[in-house]
């Protein structure tokens, strides 16, 4: 059986970037993925990107990989663990300068528009689950559907939509200063290598590779995680 490393983060902080980083290593499958618009996009993964979609509650059919995979995910230690008993965790902490970070955030999502079509549906469809985890396939649908017909959409005019807002660079401003990524538990700082979100590339890789073999090397770089 393979090893499973997640990538744990907060919408935002460039867990698919850190993720596709980790897995160029020839430890770990490759993940096949995007560069647009300084945002880094996961075509798949091992589970089809079930773990960034709020899916995972329905995620019953886990099959374990025959070679050493890496997992993006919105979910955390606490949430995983149980299904996934020998998979080891890194987790990105969120960024000290929120000015600094919601600055980058703009620039790469709230003002970014493709032309896509199959990025605009995925989009989408993340943004609905992630706001309304619960919410049918139809309702899911019908809001996809909405966004089709307008012309011109940003992602920043589909958060401000699917809020109820008009989609102006004021609202979507509104929403991103409301954005706080929230701290890390203490139970994933504990069972979690932590890369904070200003390293997520520059922190060595061979660290982690380090870690997923010997998980009690993480204490040493978690020391030294804020410097």
Known sequence: ????????????????????????????????????????????????KR???????????IIPPSHNIVVPSHYFYEDLIKDFPYASFVSIRPPKNLDSFHKSLYERYYNYRTTNLL??????EDVYKRRFPTASESRVKDFVISILKTKQVTFGDISCLIEGLKPTK?????????????????????????????KVETFPVESVIDYVQDPSKKQIDNRGSDA
């Open 51 to 61: 773990f960034l979609m709020g899916e995972y509650a329905q995620c019953r059919d």
């Open 170 to 198: 004021h609202n979507k401003e509104k929403l991103m200063l409301e954005y706080r990524p929230k701290p890390l538990s203490k139970e994933t700082i504990q069972n979690s290598l932590i890369i904070p979100y200003e």
């Open 119 to 124: 990025e605009l549906v995925g989009e989408c």
């Open 1 to 48: 059986m393979g090893k499973i490393l997640f990538v744990c983060y907060l919408w935002g902080t460039r867990g698919e970037f850190l993720s596709h980083r980790i897995s160029q290593h020839t430890f770990f499958k490759t993940l096949e993925a995007r560069k647009i618009n300084g945002r880094t996009i996961i075509d798949s993964d091992y589970y089809g």
